[in-house]
Nanobody, 123 residues
């Protein structure tokens, strides 16, 4: 089993940047595809980005492509989400998650989840 501690959320003005971190416990972190999802009030949880176990492949939602970058450091058991050019519509609780699937974009494909970190972008 893998457990996560997320950090880096906060309040930022539109156009600003934030870097989210998700630190994992356990020795099997490098086995997993890691993903970031977000959920705004009254909306379903949506895919943001994912990265393969090696870090060699990344995937992004169209809404964040070119603005967000997912990365991972398997030596530190940590996955990151660098968010630039933030917009008010990026406001949500952001979750990291782990999947054994090679490519995973749906929440149902992820077995382990972090507790979430709030990101608020003011206009």
């Amino acid at each position: 089993q893998v457990q996560f501690v997320e950090s880096g959320g906060g309040l930022v003005q539109a156009g600003g940047s934030l870097r989210l971190s998700c630190a994992a416990s356990g020795r099997t972190f490098s086995m997993y595809t890691m993903g970031w999802f977000r959920q705004a009030p009254g909306k379903e949880r949506e895919f943001v980005a994912a990265i393969s176990w090696s870090g060699g492949r990344t995937y992004y939602a169209d809404s964040v492509k070119g603005r967000f970058t997912i990365s991972r450091d398997n030596a530190k058991n940590t996955v990151y989400l660098q968010m630039n050019s933030l917009k008010p519509e990026d406001t949500a609780v952001y979750y990291c998650a782990a999947s054994l699937a090679i490519v995973a974009r749906r929440p149902s494909e992820y077995a382990y989840w972090g507790q979430g970190t709030q990101v608020t972008v003011s206009s």
